[in-house]
């Protein structure tokens, strides 16, 4: 499709501007295909001008530049927007390149000192890159004693971090409740990310649901809504299927918050249990104008190993009621296995790689595609071989050990979609412009001016064949990380990244996607005072001294009244003590129970069901089959 006369000439040429034919207005033109724009539905054969990286023209005249990409017979769509994405090392963003991935962040573990971390990639990646504050690095902060310092506290780093966090044999992070004040040093971190450009806030709750409170979770997103920013969240319960921790209650945690601060939210890989509940709450939320949303991934199996408690017998076959033989498949033999097979490998190789099916996948996955606002995001992992060596650019793709959807997924999507009927403009907007469209509605710039095939927008682009164009990554053993076919071109910011279906090397074109720094931060402690004062009726005489008994646990000593308790029994001095360390920003009001208080006095491990080193990957272990789906899919 690229002209090689025209290059062979450029590069007999020594002045490289003298090879642009005559009237070469354009850096780049794409010539006559099919440009879709779901913004505005259009939807037409096209040529597209490209100049300084900005699409500057869409039109029917014959126009000429510096390079040019016959796209007959293609789709011209805007690049695809991922935003969970921890495959970030090179070889993962080059393969996400081929699925048409022009934007790849992470909104799920974020970073940390994200000045720093901008600063580090400017110039230096072949995708567009942004991130958001991880409320998990800055409990690491406070409840594991981290440092956490430099540009590459963020994936695919991040399992580092949790290794050197679990070292002392408790995740604090993960486990550890937070006092008032601890509470607020996280809140306060996660400000700083923001002022200093973070697209919101990244939230694990699902791996920390032991430690983070709700009041904690309700702070943390009150942190994004002070700047208008999200919070992106794989939320409590994921991807429970028991009651009383189904996974759509830990959405409406996450679902309250956002409405009640009026701040945007987004739900990460909603592909499980629940998912149609989640779908439709968030739906109601956005006819009332909040700006709500969830992600998927079109991927009917998640991986894991033999050792993960989620598919051993009492959780396999008695909770969730699959059989081995149809659900546990071993990429290695390439077939399932019996459960004698599985108690084997699960007794003598533990760390051995399985694929868990979920049968109810099969019925989800195609109305997943016909969901609006429902955005795909791979959540693909790091890059690494079998024996977990990280992938360099060059490395092979057949060396990729790990799901496949680090690879695949926007091809899938596409694929499936097309099988299933499903118009493509509504598949475009799923893989970019409800993405564009979210993101920038916070205020955005860099996501205002993507996601559309239009006039004046960045010229962030994907062109594939809408007929061909599918995934080749699959779960058996050396496919995992093949790439996709049907893309042959991608461009970043007006430069040709992907070029009859081969990524350039060397080529950086990715630009910044964030927030400009601010002079200074929104912090706002939580105190009981504050609280007291917005929330409780003045009266005369006093009930209690705010100032001097309540948030101040030494002179609160032994000045405990009638009054005081009947207002807020946990004011007693003894539990101040226990809770509240000394400072500005102690809030006797939220002190917990008594009897919980010994609890946090200390570590405390979590919960089986939910560990954080769960081997299999939690986000895509299956629920359980649903009766009301089947009954609403039949309708
Ligand atoms: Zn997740
Ligand atoms: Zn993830």
Redesign the pocket.
Known sequence: MYSALKLGLCLATILLAACAPPNADYDVVILGGRVMDPETNFDAVRNVGIKNGRIVAITEESIAGTQTIDASGHVVSPGFIDTEQHGLGPWGIKVNLRDGVTTQMDF?VGAANIAEWYAARQGKMQANFGTVVGQEFARMRIHDGLKLEGPNVSMPHFFDYRAEAAKDGVDGWSVSRSSVEQMNEITRILDEGLRQGAIGVGS?I?YAQKGITTYEMFEAQRAAARYGRLTAV?HRF?PSAATPTEAPTGVNEVLVNAMVLKAPLQV??DNDYGWWENQEKLALAREQGHNVWATYYPWIAGSGNYGASVVAPDTWEKAMGYKYEETIYDPQLDRYVTKKEFLEFKKNEPGRTLIAYSPPRKQWLPEWTKVEHFVIAG?GMPGLDIKGNRLGWDAPYEDFAGHPRAAGTHATALRVARENGVPLMHTIGQLSYWSAKHIGDTGLKAMQERGRMQEGMVADIAIFDPQKVTEHATFKGGTNGLPSTGIPYVLVNGTIVVRDSKVLKDVYPGQPIRFPIEETGRFVAATGESWLKTYTIKTNPPTIDIEDSVLNPDEAKGATTGAQSSLAPETRPEQHKVTIAKGESAGGLFVREPEALAEIAGHSHGDDDFRPHEPID??SIPGRRDDQFAMTATD
């Open positions: 799920e694990t699902g794989h994921h990460h890989h959540d939690a986000h």
